[in-house]
């Protein structure tokens, strides 16, 4: 998963930050999106004991939102003319617990196709571990 | 999907209870844990704006939540002698945009194995729409 | 996953079995196509060592075959103006090794949407052991 | 999923080509390892009609089939003591149809764990078009 490492137009860029910025659930968790290329996108998540599972560690629901939306931020780079994206479906490996002050979360297109655009995710904590693995198929709403 | 409806053991629904109360992100998302049964759990979440994606309806991440949590408290009743759960992954479709008033979580024990039990879990809205399906693998720690 | 039972129109099905016997796979495998009905069809494959792993049980990757090959039959009994269908997309969760004289693939539309259709699809063996669980994405192709 | 390109102990990589080549349905489908190494294993699969959909490409369950055994094969590199594999589950996007006179599956080793490995496997046809993506659940047997 190397980055494309491409910028994109600043408005779609825009666009994609203010559609971020109106998650509810990015703001609960206290996320954010840190950088948006061509077919990528990171996403940040501190530490916080409001999202915590029975162990003390970060929920896999958590790192979930946040490795699914970095797709979903993904997906959307790659589309200008697009309306909106909803997940059709993903699969995630949890391969070490989520302890660490912060998680990084990155998502990266792998196809982008006329309806269906797959990508693949990966959350790592801040000592470089990664916690966990996303394949996702996401549909890109045309207008 | 049926319930096998067995009730378990008090003491043991108590534990599983205070380990569902343990859970930060539970309680973030306001949801609740309805029911505990052999093989089997329930988890109610009200619609909230702090949970929601950019068109307004219930992210993807905190469906997957409820539905994990269901999935993992339905694999603790089939064990009585376990220290904790893991996640080892999950998959989820989504199948309806999650909109309603709230959602209702149903895990359910598909196999438990002597290292791993394999759940599938449910989510629909107050009108009956499925809006998840997870199949799930999870780890239950034995002392 | 209880059947609907519906029996679909007698060209539609001589057609769907038409397609599942210019399957180069199926036939390679010796799989049989028992039953179509709306939104269900069942598959069934004799154990023979052409299609064994390394201990002798059936391979994994046959047994996906079939339960895929079964999602695909159901799906398209829901569409009578289908061109095709694309498998987008699956994930096996396998409960039991594959051993067993026969084995019967039952795939099931969960939702039958407008560009995609979830599936459902579990295997048994001769003696009613679960061996393999599916949900599957597939996209019924349109004229 | 780059390379590690270690080899291994030249018995240990005796036996993994013996437990392939003990596969029935590898030779069914006539695929053949190409390599091993260490955390990675290369399956080739030449096309032909008697693995084929409807379509006349070739059928997800063959490609699922040459993909599931590379990661398995991958998986066993990485460990000498292992006195089998079960594949415990996985999940693919088929990203582009299966045309093309062969196809090469790659399975790399994600994390090796105690009990779990959990892999990604891509598979390509000799145009180098990407036609499917992996994550798999691996459980190496110890003894």
Same mark, same amino acid.
């Given at each position: 998963?190397?980055?494309?490492?491409?910028? #994109?137009?600043?408005?779609?860029? @825009?666009? #994609?930050?203010?559609?971020?910025?109106?998650?509810?659930?990015? +703001?609960?968790? =206290?996320?954010?999106?840190?950088?948006?290329?061509?077919?990528? $996108?990171?996403?940040?998540?501190?530490?916080?004991?409001?999202?915590? +599972? =029975?162990?003390?560690?970060? =929920?896999?629901? $958590?790192?979930? /939102?946040?490795?699914?939306?970095? *797709?979903? *931020?993904? /997906?959307?780079?790659?589309? &200008?003319?697009?309306?909106?994206?909803?997940?059709?479906?993903?699969?995630?490996?949890?391969?070490?617990?989520?302890?660490?002050?912060?998680?990084? /979360?990155?998502?990266?297109?792998?196809? /982008?196709?006329?309806?269906? &655009?797959? *990508? +693949?995710?990966?959350?790592?904590?801040?000592?470089?571990?990664?916690? @966990?693995?996303?394949? $996702? &198929?996401?549909?890109?709403?045309?207008?």
């Amino acid at each position: 998963m190397e980055s494309m490492s491409e910028p #994109i137009d600043a408005n779609h860029e @825009a666009s #994609i930050r203010q559609g971020f910025a109106s998650h509810g659930l990015m +703001q609960t968790l =206290h996320a954010t999106l840190e950088s948006v290329e061509a077919g990528r $996108a990171v996403i940040r998540l501190p530490f916080s004991e409001h999202i915590t +599972q =029975h162990h003390g560690y970060v =929920h896999a629901g $958590a790192i979930t /939102a946040i490795v699914d939306t970095a *797709c979903g *931020c993904a /997906a959307m780079t790659l589309s &200008t003319a697009s309306l909106g994206l909803l997940t059709v479906e993903y699969k995630v490996n949890f391969l070490a617990p989520a302890r660490g002050k912060e998680f990084v /979360a990155t998502g990266q297109v792998v196809k /982008a196709g006329k309806t269906l &655009t797959i *990508c +693949q995710g990966t959350v790592e904590d801040d000592s470089g571990v990664q916690v @966990a693995l996303m394949q $996702a &198929t996401m549909m890109v709403l045309k207008g």
